[in-house]
């Protein structure tokens, strides 16, 4: 079963704009991950956010995380056209040490 | 540091033959785990190790599938009697576990095609 599930399934966006993707998930969790796959390649890690952390940077990279909704964002600032891939989120629940994945966005950036 | 490698990349086999994955994790790691991911899916996960112990295997990992990874070093999946259901992407990640999952690193994967 996958328990997060990311929103919207595609975005299309212009280089050089925002893109904002969002993740829900069901249980409680230690943390969440994002990862990032280009077409037909390994998932390669972007992120983690831990259950007691709001927020967390990296580079153009922005997570927020909010334990009571449930629900986490990534935000990915001045897109580029490299940023093309697919992106997933990941629950670590602690219980048995594996993680979950949602079934991921689509990000096309047009250049 | 090479990074987690599967072999191989990509088999094309017939319905009913039998087939194995291999995956070299990270050699520092101690954690490794295989997913299933199918077309428009996120990867599913089938099985993971700690060391050479296979500590859990989910409901998808039915009896012609079986995992090893004797002396905890590379892994591998064999899948008998392939059925064309079991055409997917095959990953391998490893990592190293402290306390709680940390950050997985995947191989580029070992895609099956079953005719």
New interface residues.
Partial sequence: S?Q?EEDPQALSIQEGENATMNCSYKTSI??L?W?RQNS??????LI?IRSNEREKHSGRLRVTLDTSKKSSSLLITASRAADTASY?CAT?T?A?????????ITLSVRP | DTG?SQDPRHKITKRGQNVTFRCDPISEHN?L?W?RQTL??????LT?FQNEAQ??KSRLLSDRFSAERPKGSFSTLEIQRTEQGDSAMY?C?SSF?GA??????????S?LTVL
């Fill in positions: 996958q997060g230690n943390n991950q990862y037909g390649r390994g998932l390669v890690h983690l997933f670590d602690g048995n040490s594996k993680l979950t994945f949602g079934k991921g | 987690v954690r785990y997913y428009g899916q996120g990867p599913e996960f993971y500590l859990e990953l990640a576990v709680g999952t940390g950050e997985l690193f995947f191989g580029e994967g895609r």
